[in-house]
């Protein structure tokens, strides 16, 4: 085992030294097939069922490119202010590894599709940053290894490794930052909001499932620190697939603490690759980072270039959606929220959440109070994010259906929600397994009704001598006795009506 390395206090870091970043994000893209071959591409499924001899790199077999897949690269391109290449061709990243049965990645190296553009990212206090971005280019994945056996789930200690190449050759781009200076402080943040803005965006573009939780999204964090004052940049370190916002956030603070303990004790940082381990939010080495030539790249000769005519560049960019800070403002104004209730919306990464929520038929305001208050909260008991809930969109809005036509109360809806987080199925499974509904049934009602008022016949008399504010220590006994699943407010109407 390693130990865990210094760091030294954030704010010391900030005084001494300032950030440079670098984000790698990896999309796949949501295309029906694989970027060279037919094969299905889908999350999952029985291993080794969606391959063939192309993405298997069985000898002789011959790649052909997906067009759909060039054109999701150029609309991510022209989505963030990139440049289109008139003329651009695939590589071979040669490296070996089990899960890339080729030997080599189909990449692209110098010649990427799209290059210079840029996005600008609204950080939490309302003030925006612009992320210059160096390139966006075309890949494909490598399949999957499972080490079994070990106690870590790394190849470690592993008796043996099982491999699935169902995700080899699915399409992939990676876009990457230019070096981010200037940050400061707000470093993490950055990381953390540019991540956040890319994928709103790429989801509108409907490219990808940006699923970070799957995989479908990654983010690798290069980070590195020069001394206040100076303008060479350090040595980098390259924490790979950190798989949450949550964690991009956390991973790049933790390495500008460890750089700066490092460097402060005379050290010196290795340019390598890093894993951020989720439960003790911090980084662990991993390999001395290859460079470029290690990776004897040279044009792919079994693939034509590409070279997108300029018609159907502009075409693309003409058909872009709206991006999300438009449809931000439109979203604002339908529902009439203040700049702080958006903003606490998107900074809760619920927008989309409850947009979807109100498609399935709730009002804004209900669909926005579940999902910024109480599924926020569960949220961060289970360490989750917003998205990750296994709790529908859909099931949210039935619960609210449920509450707005009096069937439940708004403790019983809780109590709906928790069983749907539990996994005890539909919200109307729930409430029947649970035995949630608001007793709505005049006759039960009545009969608990008229036993409150013979337990406490002073009270009753109040009520009969017009005392009607009695009624409340009636309403509450009601409300005891059937484990507060009844209607309080047909309570107060049935006891009126008893006393009479
Ligand atoms: P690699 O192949 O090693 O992953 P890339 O060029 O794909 O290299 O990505 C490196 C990322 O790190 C880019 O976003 C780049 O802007 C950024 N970067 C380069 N130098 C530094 C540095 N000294 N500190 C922080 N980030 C850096
Ligand atoms: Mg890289
Ligand atoms: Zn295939």
């Given at each position: 085992m390693t130990a865990i390395a210094e760091v030294m206090d954030y704010d010391e870091v900030l005084e001494r030294y300032d950030p440079v970043l670098g984000l790698e994000v990896h999309v796949e893209l949501n295309?029906?097939?694989k970027m060279f071959c037919g094969c299905a591409n889908v999350f999952?499924?029985?291993?080794?069922?969606?391959?063939c001899p192309v993405c298997l790199g069985m000898p002789g077999a011959l790649p052909a490119v997906n067009g759909k897949a060039i054109e999701s690269a150029m609309r991510i391109g022209l989505a963030l202010n990139c440049e289109i290449a008139e003329w651009c061709r695939f590589a071979r990243k040669n490296y070996f590894y089990p899960d890339m049965p080729k030997n080599f990645q189909t990449s692209q190296y110098?010649?990427?599709?799209?290059?210079?553009g840029y996005l600008d990212v609204e950080l939490d206090d309302g003030s925006t940053f612009r992320v210059d971005i160096e390139r966006a280019h075309m890949e494909e994945d490598t399949g999957k290894s499972l080490h079994v056996g070990g106690a870590t789930g790394?190849?470690?200690?592993?008796d043996y490794s099982l491999l699935d190449y169902?995700?080899?050759g699915v399409p992939l781009i990676e876009i990457v930052t230019k070096?981010?200076?200037?940050?400061?402080?707000r470093a993490p943040e950055v990381a953390r909001a540019y991540v956040a803005a890319l994928r709103d965006l790429l989801r509108g573009l409907d490219v990808?499932?940006?699923r970070m939780d799957q995989g479908s999204l990654r983010c690798d964090a290069n980070v590195s620190l020069m001394p206040k004052g100076t303008t060479e940049f350090g040595t980098r370190t390259e924490t790979k697939n950190v798989n949450s916002l949550r964690s991009v956030e956390r991973a790049v603070r933790y390495e500008m603490t460890r750089h700066a303990a490092v460097l402060a004790g005379g050290g010196t940082i290795r340019q390598e690759t890093r894993h951020f381990d989720e439960s003790t939010a911090t980084t662990r080495a991993g390999r001395v980072k290859e460079t470029?030539?290690?990776?004897?790249y040279f044009p792919e000769p079994d693939l034509v270039p590409i070279a997108p005519s300029r018609e159907w560049v502009e075409e693309l960019r003409a058909s872009l959606p709206e991006p999300p800070w438009v449809r931000r403002k439109t979203i604002q104004q339908e529902w009439g929220l203040t700049d702080l209730e958006l903003r606490d919306l998107v900074n809760a990464d619920a927008l989309d959440l409850v947009a979807a929520t109100v498609d399935a038929g709730a009002k804004p305001d209900d669909a926005r109070s579940w999902w910024v208050s109480y599924l926020s909260q569960q949220a961060k008991v289970l360490n989750k994010e917003l998205a990750e809930l296994p709790i529908t969109p859909a099931q949210v809005a039935r619960v609210s259906a449920l509450v707005a036509d009096g069937s439940l109360t708004n403790k019983l809806a809780r109590a709906v929600v928790d069983g749907v987080l539990a996994g005890e199925g539909e919200p109307d499974q729930v409430v029947e397994q649970r035995g949630?509904?608001?007793?709505?049934?005049d006759s039960a009602l009545t009969a608990a009704v008229d036993e409150a008022l013979a337990a406490q016949p002073d009270v009753a008399e109040k009520i009969r001598s017009g005392?009607?504010?009695?009624a409340g220590a009636i309403v509450g006994a009601v409300m005891k006795a059937t484990k507060g699943q009844a209607d309080a407010k047909r309570v107060r109407e049935l006891i009126i009506e008893r006393c009479s």
């Open positions: 295309t029906n097939t999952g499924g029985e291993p080794n069922t969606h391959v110098d010649e990427p599709i799209a290059f210079n790394r190849i470690h200690g592993a169902n995700r080899a070096p981010l200076v200037g940050t400061g402080e990808s499932d940006v470029a030539e290690d990776y004897r949630l509904k608001v007793v709505s049934d005392k009607v504010a009695a």
